[in-house]
């Protein structure tokens, strides 16, 4: 079954930067190929989109990141990336990656970003 490992988070201040990294174990050719996105869940809400890319590097965010964080990719290590600036208490939750739309139920372990003084 493919697996993905997300890490990078943490607490952080209002204000300060994360970079998020999402480890995939998808065959290559088929990575390169497949639309990523970022999800997070907050304490008592349902899981949202955050950020997706393509295969070609076109990205879309939603409208509360925009600006503020910045998603890419490496197809060589099979690897999606978000870098988070300007964090906000109100970002704070479990990211979570996965494939875009979402197919099946798996989802990693994802990684905790607290964001609070």
């Known amino acids: 079954q493919v697996q993905v490992v997300e890490s990078g988070g943490g607490l952080v201040q209002p204000g300060g930067s994360l970079r998020l990294s999402c480890a995939s174990s998808?065959?290559?050719?088929?990575?390169?190929?497949?639309?990523m996105g970022w999800y997070r869940q907050a304490p008592g809400k349902q899981r949202e989109l955050v950020a997706r890319?393509?295969?070609?590097?076109?990205?879309n965010y939603v409208d509360s990141v925009k600006g503020r964080f910045t998603i890419s990719r490496d197809n060589a290590k099979k690897t999606v990336y978000l870098q988070m600036d300007s964090l906000k208490p109100e970002d704070t939750a479990v990211y979570y990656c996965?494939?875009?739309?979402?197919?099946?139920?798996?989802w990693g372990q994802g990684t905790q970003v607290t964001v609070s003084t």
């Open positions: 996965n494939n875009f739309p979402v197919t099946g139920n798996y």
């Open positions: 998808w065959n290559s050719f088929i990575f390169k190929s497949t639309t």
């Open positions: 890319i393509t295969g070609r590097d076109n990205t």
